[in-house]
């Protein structure tokens, strides 16, 4: 069946500072990838998607690229602002008619000033 | 437009008794989904209703969970006889119902068993 591995937490780095998040994933035919995130307070989002390998997604700094040969789909942002601090969760879905997301465990990133 | 929207947003309820939680898609979306997230766990997968088809009930942990969808639209999860490890926050989501869509969620609603 569909997994997702994701970096365990909590990440913790300074403000500025260049962010990856890994995941991994596990997936019988072609999966849509999705970056989740959860500010605190608030509920679940959409950050960036790829729908295909070698797609980039990408939104608010935040890229991931879908690498079918790696089965990767890990989150970067060259410079984090103490606005980023949230939980991140990896996740994928079905590509053949719509399908229930699988997602990772979470990973809770704090920024610091 | 209006997003996903759930009710209540919070529910302490004595265990053993019965609860509902309520969700409401947004208008158009075929596709609504429940999961679970448990303190400092990740998203559990519950149930799952596209259109008309028979529902996807596998991540249900157990015959006390059961949840609708009337008309296509709202649905309504129900937890019989409550036990202190239901207590999670109980999150709704929808999507238009085709490959590749964005999934939305809810805010969710937090239930607390004492």
């Known amino acids: 069946g569909n997994s997702v591995t994701q970096m365990e937490g909590p990440v913790t780095l300074s403000e500025e500072a260049f962010l990856t998040i890994n995941c991994t994933y596990t997936?019988?035919?072609?999966?849509?990838l999705f970056w989740y995130v959860q500010y605190p307070g608030e509920g679940l989002q959409l950050l960036l998607k790829a729908t295909k390998a070698d797609d980039k997604g990408s939104n608010k700094g935040f890229e991931a690229t879908y690498r079918k040969e790696t089965t990767s789909f890990h989150l970067e942002k060259g410079s984090v602002q103490v606005s980023d601090s949230a939980v991140y969760f990896c996740a994928l879905g079905g590509n053949f008619g719509n399908e229930k997301l699988t997602f990772g465990t979470g990973t809770r990133l704090t920024i610091i000033p | 437009g209006a997003g996903v929207s759930q009710s209540p947003s919070n529910k302490v309820t004595e265990k053993g008794k019965d609860v509902e939680l309520r969700c409401d898609p947004i208008s158009g979306h075929t596709a609504l989904y429940w999961y679970r997230q448990s303190l400092g766990q990740g998203l559990e997968f519950l149930i799952y209703f596209q259109g008309n088809s028979a529902p996807d009930k596998s991540g249900l942990p157990s015959d006390r969970f059961s949840a609708e969808r009337t008309g296509g639209s709202v649905s309504t999860l129900t937890i019989q006889r409550t036990q202190q490890e239901d207590s999670a926050v109980y999150l709704c989501?929808?999507?238009?119902?085709?490959?590749?869509?964005?999934?939305?969620f809810g805010e969710g609603s937090w239930l607390t068993v004492v």
């Open positions: 997936a019988t035919g072609y999966p849509s």
């Open positions: 989501a929808s999507s238009p119902g085709t490959a590749g869509n964005t999934i939305y």
